[in-house]
């Protein structure tokens, strides 16, 4: 039988997210139910603080210009800011170097970065590559892509009927020698945290190099590549509390070095001639183009917020708000919870259905209740198919959510079952 956590060993959380409120000018809007707004969908997109906004309209207004190019000041400045950017994911992350970082959209083209150009030269036919049906889209059908395209096998690691990896399935996977391992760090779609480190030594020690989609971890808990030593790492800037448009993809310098380009143009050579051309270094080999330059900066912004808050602070508050909302849902007829039952392994986000009512139509009604959710298959079909359901409903916790805003999530489920039942 599942065990619920003990509410008498639970301690406050590390900061009060009513306070942080205030840090996000989205909760000054009145909503359409005229309820104050609960929101609980940060695992698709988190809002932006003042302080991101405030500080990308000043690089508009005063520090703007394109990078890397202009020998004059306002460049300069630009691309200083631009840079330091990228010192800052580096340091957020652990990477050794700020060189290893190459600014992408988001963590999809990340994946698909290391899908063409790494997975193009090093994975041939017969070859195998290892990926989880716990993956966001995002990570499985760029490998499908790779796969199909080369005469390579995709396997799936199983997952459990409570949402964890079933590492026996992934020890046996990784018998067959696959090039790769792409696995998230933490699922969009269940809240599982994986044991990523137990996975990257298993991974490593049967020859295979691991990419971690790090797009609902980066943004939650402390990540440390080198700690870690996977091999590639993926994330999102808009789900860290930074602009869309924006993300980063993190490399083993050796790796990102002998990979050829991705995308191919402006700012990543070094020499063009009427007969070809010569790759700049990393990381601008990888970035075609002019870069999202206010963006990046925003997301140094962002970096900035959370790196000032501790990341172990934040990882604290979510706990501390998952190990309220996952019981008082569990206590309600009816709800049916998926994912680990432990706050150890389950992230702020907590995916369940109603018995009897659609997703979407629970979604709908807690709308109306000012409480604004996610309901869908998260892109993450193979989970649904796991547990044979259609959908989920998802609510996801961040920073500047409080207790009044899970009471109000337990007081929309019982809102949506009284309408139903009538
Ligand atoms: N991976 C995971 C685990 C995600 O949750 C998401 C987005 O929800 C992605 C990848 C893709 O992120 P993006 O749409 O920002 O590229």
């Given at each position: 039988m599942a065990v619920e956590p003990a509410l008498s060993a639970l301690t406050p959380g590390a900061f009060s997210g009513t306070v942080l409120r205030s840090d996000f000018a989205v909760f000054d809007r009145p909503t359409r139910s005229g309820k104050r707004l609960v929101f609980l969908d940060a695992a698709a997109s988190a809002p932006k603080p003042r302080t991101v906004v405030d500080t990308m309209a000043d690089a508009y207004s005063h520090h703007y210009a394109n990078v890397h190019r202009g020998?004059?000041?306002?460049?300069?400045?630009?691309?200083?800011?631009?840079?330091?950017?990228?010192?800052?994911?580096?340091?957020?992350?652990?990477?050794?170097?700020?060189?290893?970082?190459?600014?992408?959209?988001?963590?999809?083209?990340?994946?698909?970065?290391?899908?063409?150009?790494?997975?193009?030269?090093?994975?041939?036919?017969?070859?195998?590559?290892?990926?989880?049906?716990?993956?966001?889209?995002?990570?499985?059908?760029?490998?499908?892509?790779?796969?199909?395209?080369?005469?390579?096998?995709?396997?799936?690691?199983?997952?459990?009927?409570?949402?964890?990896?079933?590492?026996?399935?992934?020890?046996?996977?990784?018998?067959?020698?696959?090039k790769l391992l792409a696995v998230a760090a933490v699922s969009n779609a269940l809240g599982t945290i994986n044991p990523l480190a137990e996975i990257v030594k298993m991974a490593h020690e049967a020859g295979a190099l691991v990419l971690v989609d790090a797009a609902q971890a980066a943004p939650h808990m402390p990540i440390d590549v080198a700690a870690l030593d996977c091999d590639f790492l993926a994330l999102s800037g808009h789900k860290m509390l930074g602009p869309s448009g924006i993300g980063a993809l993190w490399g083993r310098r050796e790796l990102l070095?002998?990979?050829?380009?991705?995308?191919?143009?402006?700012?990543?050579?070094?020499?063009?001639?009427?007969?070809?051309?010569?790759?700049?270094?990393?990381?601008?080999?990888?970035?075609?183009?002019?870069?999202?330059?206010?963006?990046?900066?925003?997301?140094?912004?962002?970096?900035?917020?959370?790196?000032?808050?501790?990341?172990?602070?934040?990882?604290?508050?979510?706990?501390?708000?998952?190990?309220?909302?996952?019981?008082?849902?569990?206590?309600?007829?009816?709800?049916?919870?998926?994912?680990?039952?432990?706050?150890?392994?389950?992230?702020?986000?907590?995916?369940?259905?109603?018995?009897?009512?659609?997703?979407?139509?629970?979604?709908?009604?807690?709308?109306?209740?000012?409480?604004?959710?996610?309901?869908?298959?998260?892109?993450a079909q193979p989970v649904m198919l796991r547990y044979d359901i259609p959908a989920t409903t998802r609510a996801s916790f961040y920073v500047y959510n409080d207790l009044d805003d899970i009471d109000a999530l337990t007081s929309a489920v019982r809102a949506t079952q009284t309408l139903f039942a009538g």
């Open positions: 020998i004059y000041e306002l460049s300069e400045d630009a691309t200083g800011l631009f840079e330091a950017a990228r010192g800052k994911v580096a340091a957020f992350i652990g990477a050794p170097s700020k060189r290893e970082i190459v600014f992408v959209r988001n963590a999809t083209e990340a994946i698909n970065l290391v899908a063409y150009s790494w997975g193009r030269a090093n994975v041939h036919s017969g070859d195998r590559v290892v990926t989880t049906q716990l993956e966001h889209h995002a990570n499985i059908v760029p490998w499908q892509q790779l796969t199909a395209e080369v005469g390579a096998t995709l396997d799936y690691v199983a997952i459990t009927d409570d949402g964890r990896l079933e590492l026996d399935d992934l020890r046996e996977k990784l018998g067959n020698g696959p070095d002998a990979m050829p380009p991705f995308m191919t143009g402006g700012s990543m050579i070094t020499k063009v001639t009427m007969e070809g051309a010569e790759w700049n270094e990393v990381p601008h080999k990888f970035e075609a183009g002019t870069p999202a330059i206010v963006e990046a900066i925003g997301l140094g912004a962002a970096i900035d917020y959370l790196t000032n808050l501790g990341m172990d602070a934040v990882r604290e508050h979510e706990r501390y708000l998952f190990e309220r909302a996952w019981p008082a849902l569990g206590e309600i007829p009816g709800v049916r919870r998926f994912g680990p039952n432990d706050a150890e392994t389950h992230a702020g986000v907590i995916s369940f259905v109603l018995d009897g009512i659609h997703p979407h139509d629970v979604a709908t009604v807690f709308d109306s209740e000012g409480v604004a959710v996610r309901a869908g298959h998260h892109c």
